[in-house]
């Protein structure tokens, strides 16, 4: 092999290949020759853009957890429930472990990816690196596969339509406001981390 | 296909965290734990530590939780005159009959059919690669790629139970109470999710040695 810098190359996940790197323009998705992996897609979001995006995010997630998911009558009588309404119910309902997994899953972990993307984004649009850059990189690493607003979207569906057969059902305007986060969340997912880290690269030189 | 370099054989390592590339300081094969990412600070591996072991653990604890997950009840909804305890066969039949047919093939799939996959699934994956042989090795990378991203939708059933009881509360007309069912089957989604994230898929392809 001729000398070619690490930095020019690189390394798919699943199988271990290793390839060069090619300056990628609109649409274009580098997959591994080898296995299929998909090794970088490009995209076209500045970190101004990425902010609002963010920023947006959090608004709407603010709206999702204080308004009403659904609210369901019955002779007369109402009930609605919010995302915190349904983990401190399960919480009450000895069912503990599910409590904390939905608290995990949809608040605390989508609230720091939130945050957390959206510091390193505030110091990256001014060309500075974030205090704490590794570290909120690292922990963005490991909560990554674990933020499940869109299942909660899915279920809230799924609950509606099993309540319906014996209560009238009115969907609030919360249930509107995760299927926006969900939208949000699904652009956002598709980052490359590794640009983050290569715009460090680039300041610390 | 065995003409593509591999990053073990060229002393390349990538950062499990950063994905950066980095140099594999030759003389630590043995302790590799001593290789320090330089740009993240994470411990660099060729292979995931320990994959077998740690999958095969997860993917068996993850089964035990799945058996009483399906056996119990995950739900007990009481009204005036009946109380009625629904395991999530049961929850997926009633939606058949009541409410809407691909709703009910949706959560059949997320809770029945995407966990007994994952079990399949991990399971061909380990004992093949660890049988070190090259069969089917870009479908096996497939079914690991489909079994990462289908992971997390069997919590599904877990939020509609959640939604429900904390819906369904009025008084003695009707009630939606969780049952230990859905603790097991929340664990149940969390070890599939773990166990398939410590698997390392280079695995299935590490057969590539042997035939160069």
């Given at each position: 092999?001729?000398?070619?810098?690490?930095?020019?190359?690189?390394?798919?996940?699943?199988?271990?290949?290793?390839?060069r790197?090619?300056?990628?323009?609109?649409?274009?998705?580098?997959?591994?020759?080898?296995?299929?992996?998909?090794?970088?897609?490009?995209?076209?979001?500045?970190?101004?853009t990425?902010?609002?995006?963010?920023?947006?995010?959090?608004?709407?997630?603010?709206?999702a957890?204080?308004?009403?998911?659904?609210?369901?009558?019955?002779?007369?009588?109402?009930?609605?429930?919010?995302?915190?309404?349904?983990?401190?119910?399960?919480?009450?309902?000895?069912?503990?472990?599910?409590?904390?997994?939905?608290a995990?899953?949809?608040?605390?972990?989508?609230?720091?990816?939130?945050?957390?993307?959206?510091?390193?984004?505030?110091?990256?649009?001014?060309?500075?690196?974030?205090?704490?850059?590794?570290?909120?990189?690292?922990?963005?690493?490991?909560?990554?596969?674990?933020?499940?607003?869109?299942?909660?979207?899915?279920?809230?569906?799924?609950?509606?339509?099993?309540?319906?057969?014996?209560?009238?059902v009115?969907?609030?305007?919360?249930?509107?406001?995760?299927?926006?986060?969900?939208?949000?969340?699904?652009?956002?997912?598709?980052?490359?981390?590794?640009?983050?880290?290569?715009?460090?690269?680039?300041?610390?030189? | 296909?065995?003409?593509?370099?591999?990053?073990a054989?060229?002393?390349?390592?990538?950062?499990?965290?950063?994905?950066?590339?980095?140099?594999?300081?030759?003389d630590?094969?043995?302790?590799?734990?001593?290789?320090?990412?330089?740009?993240?600070?994470?411990?660099?591996?060729?292979?995931?530590?320990?994959?077998?072991?740690?999958?095969?653990?997860?993917?068996?604890?993850?089964?035990?939780?799945?058996?009483?997950?399906?056996?119990?009840?995950?739900?007990?909804?009481?009204?005036?005159?009946?109380?009625?305890?629904?395991?999530?066969?049961?929850?997926?039949?009633?939606?058949?009959?009541?409410?809407?047919?691909?709703?009910?093939?949706?959560?059949?799939?997320?809770?029945?059919?995407?966990?007994?996959?994952?079990?399949?699934?991990?399971?061909?994956?380990?004992?093949?690669?660890?049988?070190?042989?090259?069969?089917?090795?870009?479908?096996?990378?497939?079914?690991?790629?489909?079994?990462?991203?289908?992971?997390?939708?069997?919590?599904?059933?877990?939020?509609?139970?959640?939604?429900?009881?904390?819906?369904?509360?009025?008084?003695?007309?009707?009630?939606?109470?969780?049952?230990?069912?859905v603790?097991?089957?929340?664990?149940?989604?969390?070890?599939?999710?773990?166990?398939?994230?410590?698997?390392?898929?280079?695995?299935?392809?590490?057969?590539?040695?042997?035939?160069?």
């Amino acid at each position: 092999m001729t000398t070619i810098s690490p930095e020019a190359l690189q390394i798919c996940e699943e199988c271990d290949t290793v390839h060069r790197r090619r300056p990628m323009t609109h649409g274009q998705v580098g997959k591994c020759a080898c296995c299929g992996a998909t090794l970088e897609h490009y995209h076209s979001l500045n970190p101004n853009t990425m902010l609002a995006l963010v920023l947006t995010a959090f608004v709407v997630f603010v709206q999702a957890n204080l308004w009403p998911i659904v609210t369901l009558g019955l002779n007369g009588q109402h009930s609605s429930t919010t995302l915190w309404g349904a983990i401190i119910t399960m919480w009450q309902a000895n069912a503990q472990v599910i409590s904390i997994l939905a608290a995990v899953t949809l608040f605390f972990f989508p609230l720091l990816k939130m945050f957390s993307i959206g510091w390193l984004l505030w110091f990256a649009r001014q060309r500075r690196c974030a205090p704490g850059f590794v570290p909120i990189m690292v922990t963005l690493h490991y909560i990554g596969p674990w933020t499940m607003s869109e299942v909660f979207v899915l279920g809230a569906l799924v609950a509606i339509v099993k309540a319906k057969v014996y209560f009238d059902v009115v969907a609030d305007p919360g249930i509107y406001a995760y299927a926006v986060l969900t939208v949000l969340i699904t652009i956002f997912a598709r980052v490359d981390m590794r640009e983050l880290w290569e715009m460090r690269m680039k300041d610390s030189t | 296909m065995s003409t593509l370099p591999r990053a073990a054989d060229m002393g390349l390592i990538s950062c499990h965290v950063c994905r950066l590339v980095c140099r594999a300081v030759p003389d630590s094969e043995d302790t590799e734990v001593d290789n320090v990412c330089p740009r993240c600070g994470s411990a660099l591996h060729r292979r995931k530590p320990g994959s077998y072991a740690r999958t095969w653990a997860l993917l068996l604890a993850a089964f035990m939780m799945y058996v009483p997950a399906n056996l119990l009840p995950i739900m007990r909804t009481a009204s005036l005159n009946d109380v009625d305890d629904n395991t999530i066969l049961s929850g997926v039949m009633e939606l058949w009959v009541n409410g809407s047919a691909d709703l009910a093939v949706i959560v059949f799939v997320a809770s029945i059919m995407v966990p007994m996959l994952k079990f399949l699934v991990l399971g061909t994956l380990l004992i093949s690669s660890h049988r070190r042989t090259d069969w089917a090795q870009l479908q096996r990378a497939k079914l690991y790629r489909l079994v990462e991203f289908i992971g997390y939708w069997s919590m599904l059933d877990v939020f509609v139970v959640a939604l429900l009881s904390a819906l369904v509360r009025f008084n003695l007309l009707s009630r939606v109470e969780p049952l230990p069912g859905v603790i097991f089957f929340g664990l149940t989604v969390v070890l599939t999710m773990l166990a398939s994230m410590s698997f390392d898929p280079r695995l299935i392809w590490d057969s590539r040695d042997s035939d160069d």
